[in-house]
């Protein structure tokens, strides 16, 4: 079975910081990856799909990109609205969340 | 607009089965796979499987084999979740969610989600 590792956990950032989250998955994946935004007592939202592609409605400052078995997720200018977990997923497996949190 | 509902929150006793529904609107419901993700309290997601609305075949993750049973009603476009022998672990928030472009596993629709807490 693919693991997906997530780093850092946490991190702490001010509105206006670019922010970098980075998923690994334990074998190749391609481009099978999606990113996920989830703020406390709501569902996951679909921000990036197949690695790069941003989801409709999703602002330009998130992008991702990647492939194989290194991605990383980017906020270029965190907005106050950005503080939440981020997941990445490929397919069946999720990583464990990385909490973006008010410095 | 495509929404998928849930049905609300449960209790159940250790050994109990617990059955949650996710109606969905918006779109055909045989176009889509259905999937069900777990989150316990404080904790990361856990995909537990998948139904093809279409002809009700079923993907299980192992993890919960044996003791999950995902279907699907055409009559009512509702999925179904069914989990058996639980226990105190098992106290988590439930999810629905489709993929667009079935077999993705790009979860770009989710249900609101629906509590199940364990406890005798």
């Known amino acids: 079975d693919i693991q997906m590792t997530q780093s850092p956990s946490s991190v702490s950032a001010s509105v206006g910081d670019r922010v970098t989250i980075t998923c690994r998955a334990s074998?190749?994946?391609?481009?099978?990856l999606a990113w996920y935004q989830q703020k406390p007592g709501k569902a996951p939202k679909l921000l990036i799909y197949?690695?790069?592609s941003l989801q409709s409605g999703v602002p330009s400052r998130f992008s991702g990109s990647g492939s194989g078995t290194d991605f990383t997720l980017t906020i270029s200018s965190l907005q106050p609205e950005d503080f939440a977990t981020y997941y990445c997923q490929q397919a069946r497996a999720f990583g464990g969340g990385t909490k973006v949190e008010i410095k | 607009e495509v929404q998928l509902v849930q049905s609300g929150a449960e209790v159940k006793k250790p050994g109990a089965t617990v059955k949650i529904s996710c109606k969905v609107s918006g779109y055909t419901f045989t176009d889509y796979y259905m999937h069900w993700v777990q989150q316990a309290p404080g904790k990361g997601l856990e995909w537990m499987g998948l139904v093809d609305p279409e002809d009700g075949e079923t993907i299980y993750a192992e993890k919960f084999q044996g003791r999950v049973t995902i279907t699907a009603d055409t009559s009512t476009d509702t999925a179904y979740m069914e989990l058996s022998s639980l226990r105190s672990e098992d106290t988590a928030v439930y999810y629905c969610?489709?993929?667009?472009?079935?077999?993705?596993?790009?979860?770009?629709?989710w249900g609101q989600g629906t509590l199940v807490t364990v406890s005798s």
């Open positions: 197949a690695a790069s």
């Open positions: 074998q190749g994946i391609s481009s099978w």
């Open positions: 969610a489709t993929d667009s472009e079935s077999g993705s596993y790009y979860f770009d629709y």
